[in-house]
């Protein structure tokens, strides 16, 4: 069965260019290049009617996963040398071509395919395709060409490795109707231009184009020694009206973790790639959202306006919870999204569905506007994306690190199906001095279920670990919706706290 990784994999592409003025006269023939000309580019193909991307040959059914492993680039055609640039072929999953120059003193030349740019068996499908391939995207190197640090493959899917040199989950240009009535689209980066900035910098612009709308992106990439800085510029050009627009989209996994470990049927005590939403709304509120695999598609909504950051993370950094020793989960990166500028009001959207395996990323998070967007609308947003290993920012509150779920009831009473334990472990520096005998207390609320028992109390043997209990009562078959927050005498002393059991 294709799962949702290959499918988005193969809508990578690009329209027919036959309705699109070539980009060069000839091969090696540069043209003047600039943002501002990218952007009247998306603007004046938003006037055009979209086609389907072409599909690039039958010939591609054969190129599946283990053919794309037996694909090697050759070193010495890296683009700018060591620590540059690679190209990945077109496979059974990524299948339609993109168009690639090469940016310079604001010149761009085309960047031809050609098959002696791979070494592979003498009877391997990309024999028989010959000059008919072409690229599926491309990767930047690590200094010496082990491994890559920033890679761009799939729809407008890219991915940066962070500081902990694991890939994990995605990002990507734009969602359209993700998680709606409507059908989810999957417009495509149909063509990309790079460019070489000082200290191994790599700025990629990109045409964006889909069924509902046309874009230009900038999107300028720093690999620093504690994160990779993500500059990103879009605009966007509606050729009709959505019913929801996901900005800035970050798509993950989460199978289970230590608090709902019903889905699991392999060894390994926890697998995902995130395991919560985080949210620095726009009045400075710090939420916690922890992840989950639900048992029917759902999406929840924080309605918010000018907020300060929101992103998907992986905060137990563990190797133990996990065991993986071979694709090492407690090292995937954390993706931080800090809006430029004033985004308005609107909401940070999560949407989640069900999967039984770690091969479907089956959570996207996205900023929402309040107002859909009509056809004939421009949209420009800016905003920072962080892949990092930790925080993005010092907390002044003790953050969530621990959400476990269970049967409860009274202390002293026997457990009861109906009622929900949940135990929620917050820890920080706020913590610092305070003890058993300091007025903490928690403060909870919940929508379709009432609190029979609360309390807290810090963890004998744990510097500045404290621990939440709350039982709650269902009410029937309602999804049971909490809120809480430790606090003392009125002063929030951690993150709030959220969780939704479907």
């Not at 990092?388 to 010092?394: A, L, M, N, Q, R």
Request: glycine share 10%; net charge neutral; aromatic share 10%.
């Amino acid at each position: 069965m294709t799962t949702r990784r290959e499918a988005i994999a193969g809508l990578v592409g690009m329209a027919a260019l036959a309705r699109l003025a070539p980009l060069h006269a000839a091969a090696g023939r540069g043209e003047a290049f600039s943002w501002e000309l990218l952007q009247r580019r998306a603007l004046a193909l938003h006037r055009q009617a979209w086609r389907p991307p072409a599909d690039a040959g039958a010939l591609l059914d054969k190129m599946g996963y283990d053919a794309a492993n037996d694909v090697e680039y050759r070193p010495d055609r890296t683009l700018w040398g060591d620590g540059g640039v690679r190209f990945f072929p077109l496979t059974r999953t990524a299948r339609h071509p993109v168009s690639i120059a090469v940016v310079e003193n604001g010149i761009a030349r085309p960047f031809a395919y050609d098959p002696a740019l791979y070494r592979h068996p003498a009877d391997h499908p990309m024999a028989a395709i010959g000059k008919g391939g072409g690229f599926s995207g491309f990767r930047v190197m690590n200094p010496g060409g082990r491994g890559d640090w920033l890679a761009f493959q799939g729809a407008s899917y890219f991915r940066a490795a962070g500081p902990l040199a694991q890939y994990g989950l995605s990002a990507r240009g734009v969602a359209v109707n993700t998680g709606a009535n409507a059908p989810e689209e999957f417009p495509v980066f149909t063509h990309v231009w790079l460019e070489r900035g000082r200290d191994g910098a790599v700025t990629v612009y990109a045409l964006l184009d889909g069924p509902s709308m046309t874009g230009a992106f900038r999107i300028v990439s720093e690999r620093r020694a504690e994160e990779t800085v993500q500059s990103v510029s879009s605009v966007l050009h509606m050729r009709r009206s959505v019913e929801r627009l996901g900005i800035a989209p970050l798509t993950s996994m989460y199978w289970y973790g230590e608090g709902d470990r019903g889905p699991a049927r392999d060894w390994r005590p926890e697998i995902h790639d995130s395991d919560g939403l985080a949210i620095r709304t726009g009045t400075g509120e710090r939420i916690w959202r922890p992840l989950a695999n639900p048992p029917r598609p759902r999406t929840s909504s924080f309605i918010d306006a000018r907020p300060k950051g929101f992103g998907l993370m992986q905060r137990d950094r563990d190797f133990g919870h996990y065991q993986d020793d071979g694709v090492f989960y407690e090292k995937r990166p954390s993706l931080w999204i800090e809006p430029e500028g004033d985004w308005g009001k609107g909401a940070v959207t999560l949407y989640e569905f069900p999967t039984s395996t770690e091969y479907a990323d089956n959570v996207v998070a996205f900023w929402t506007p309040e107002r859909a967007p009509r056809a004939g609308d421009r949209l420009v947003h800016d905003y920072r994306m962080r892949w990092i290993g930790g925080e993005p920012e010092p907390l002044a509150v003790a953050r969530a690190v621990a959400c476990r779920i269970g049967e409860g009831n009274i202390p002293g009473k026997q457990p009861s199906p109906d009622i929900v334990k949940f135990v929620v472990d917050f820890a920080g520096d706020r913590f610092a001095g305070l003890t058993h005998k300091s007025p903490v207390a928690p403060r909870a609320s919940v929508n379709g279920g009432r609190v029979v028992n609360q309390g807290c109390y810090p963890v004998d043997g744990q510097a500045n670990l404290w621990r939440l209990i709350l039982d709650i009562q269902r009410d029937g078959e309602q999804p049971l919706d909490v809120r809480a927050i430790l606090d003392m005498q009125n002063q929030s002393l951690t993150e709030t706290w959220l969780y939704l059991l479907g």
